[in-house]
């Protein structure tokens, strides 16, 4: 499946993208919702994603805005391998009252780490409490790339029946996200429109559905 990414839009076009979307993932960071708002866009239908990532809000501001999200019906909520435990665990104890899958994930901006530390990272995010653990690296070589999706391997990481997403970010990223769901993955991203990225090397949805077709055509 798609996750559309949805950042930088207005309430009610965040209203519209949603109205065809088979699933998205709402940056809250990166919207401008009241906590009212929140809970109306997640109550609007099933398959969304709840995240916000640290860095330009407190992370008061951003527990409240996930619980808002959580119990108004939120999917997912996305959390960072690396955030505090009082964080997670608060986050996490509200989805597992309220029937909602945890993401733990792990965003390196800068590199693809060696696969026998990508494999740590992995079992990480499933120790951590992940229902599903995403692993986004930046991709400077193919082989960055095939390291990454060496990872769905499941007797290379000893995760047979776990669900993961892993994908490069960069240009050299790209091919691992169509990869993505043609190697098991329960989804994957893209952007709402050309234009609207909220990763680099992200593709928009109508691209990234062109190449599926192709592939599986």
């Known amino acids: 499946m798609i996750c559309i990414s949805i950042a930088g839009l207005s309430f009610e076009r965040c209203r519209e993208a949603l109205s065809d979307a088979q699933m998205a993932e709402i940056r809250l960071d990166r919207l401008d919702f009241s906590l009212q708002q929140v809970r109306e866009v997640f109550s609007m239908r099933s398959g969304l994603i709840a995240a916000c990532r640290p860095g330009n809000i407190s992370e008061a501001e951003r527990t409240g805005l996930l619980l808002a999200a959580v119990e108004a019906g939120a999917a997912y909520a996305d959390i960072e391998i690396d955030a505090g ?114 990763a680099p090397g992200q593709m928009s949805k109508q691209t990234l559905e062109e190449i599926l077709d192709r592939l599986t055509g």
């Open 85 to 198: 435990a009082g964080f997670r665990e608060t986050v996490t104890t509200a989805c597992r009252k309220n029937d909602c899958k945890v993401i733990i994930s792990y965003h390196n901006y800068e590199n693809t780490p060696p696969l026998e530390e990508l494999k740590v990272l992995v079992n990480r995010c499933f120790s951590a409490g992940a229902d599903v653990a995403k692993i986004a690296c930046q991709v400077n070589c193919e082989a960055d790339a095939a390291r990454i999706l060496s990872l769905y391997d499941r007797d290379e990481i000893g995760n047979e029946n776990k669900k993961i997403v892993a994908i490069g970010m960069g240009e050299k990223g790209k091919i691992t996200r169509p990869a993505a769901l043609l190697l098991g993955a329960p989804f994957t991203y893209a952007a709402l429109s050309e234009g609207r990225e909220t």
